[in-house]
Structure formats: C-alpha cells, structure tokens
C-alpha cells in the first residue's frame, strides 16, 4: 500500500510550492556549511561515492565514505518506515515526523558541535580522512529530508541533489518548445519549479558563507527554522498529536 499526502495540483498551489524551495534552501545551506568546515558534500551521494571510487587504494578511507552514503539511505529508509508504517495499518500516517526529526538532528548537530563532540573541523583538507561522524549525521538528516519530500508527492519533488531537477528543468523546457496550449502551461510550470529549487539551494549555498563565519556550527539553525516553516506550510494539514508519535 502506497499513498501520498501531495498530488499534482497541491504540489504547484501557492501554499506548498514555497515549501519545496524553502527546503532546497536548506539543503543548499547544509551542503554549504559541511563544505566549508570540512571541504565535504552531503545532501547529494554523487559525490561522496566518486570520493569513494578515488580513494579506492585506500581502503580504510573508502570504507568511510561508504558509511557516509549508507547513512543517507538509512535515513531515506526511515522517512518511509514513519511515514507507511502507520498507513498500512488503517491509521493516519505520520506525515510530518520524518521533517520534524530532521528539525531535530538539525539542531542537536548545531549544539553538540558548539559543544565540541566534532572537534576542531574548520578547513580539514581534502586529502585527510572525513570527519565520519559529522558528516554520516548531516547525510542521514538529508536522506531523512529527502525521502520525506518525495514519498509524499509520488516522487515528483526531491529537495537535496540537483542534477535530477536541472534534467527535468530541461525536459520540461523541451515539452513547452513543442507543445501548446495546457500541456505547455503545465511543463512550463514545472520548469518554474525545478529551476526555482535550483536558484534556492544555490542561494542557501550561498548564505551558508557568512552565517558559517559568525555562527559556526550554530548555522544550522537557519535551515532548521525553514524546514520547520515548510513543516508547519505542507505537512500539517491533517495534524493530529500522531504525527509527532503521540497516541
């Protein structure tokens, strides 16, 4: 049994379509502080294993960076255990857990980091072992987030990696060359929607630079407060004390 809280029509209303760019800005900003304490990517698994296939000869560090990509799919795997589990049982699905547990690691990364339980992780450079820990939590809240966002509309919105919406940017841009009438409207707007969440992780990317240069690891904050936001915008329109696993 699969179901989905999103179709077609909500995807693009003027109420939800703010909150897939408000969490592709918040990605952009995870991306870009893990980046720029520890010269690592996270919300995208593209990189992370091309870094596995290059540190081949190094099996130690591979075996890293394995775990870092194995954490993202954990997480992906968790947002859909929360939020079917519940479903396939006849009750109401937990729709908004899996964002709001990404609210949560967000933050509790943000302080226990202040707090020192990463050291020292500003500029490590690129040829030494990543900062597993660190970098395996960040990756599982993305996959969290990410799987979120894309069980719940029938996989018609990811928020984390871009080459997926840069290509149906493209497809879409193409359709609307050779199409007219409501056909071209419709791959027009979804060239609006792809495009929109591209410009807003690189604006989260983007802002990331100076917050992670006045807050440090408290820069994690922003992005939880806009995944909050698109929590409360896109999630919560059947709210009830079981979305947050209260019977």
Known sequence: MKITLHTPETIYSPRHAPSWLLLACAAGMVNGFAFLMCEQFVTHVTGT?????????????????????????????VAVIVIQSRARQGKQPRWATPLVLVVVLLVSTAIAGR???????????????????????????????????????????????????ATDTGMHLGTAILADGEERRAALRGAALRGGKILAFMLGAGVAVPLTLSLDYFTLLAPAILVSVATALSFTSAWSPSDIGIR
Do not use: D, K
């Open 49 to 77: 294993v091309t870094r596995m296939g290059l540190e081949w000869p190094v099996v130690g560090v591979a075996i890293e960076y394995a775990v870092v990509v194995v954490s993202f799919v954990l997480g992906a795997a």
């Open 115 to 165: 707090g020192g339980a990463f050291g020292q992780l500003v500029r490590t450079a690129a040829t030494e072992p990543p900062p597993v820990a660190f970098l395996s939590l960040l990756a599982f809240t993305m996959g969290l987030q990410n799987s979120a966002v894309a069980s719940t509309t029938g996989l018609a919105v990811r928020t984390t990696h871009l080459s997926g919406p």
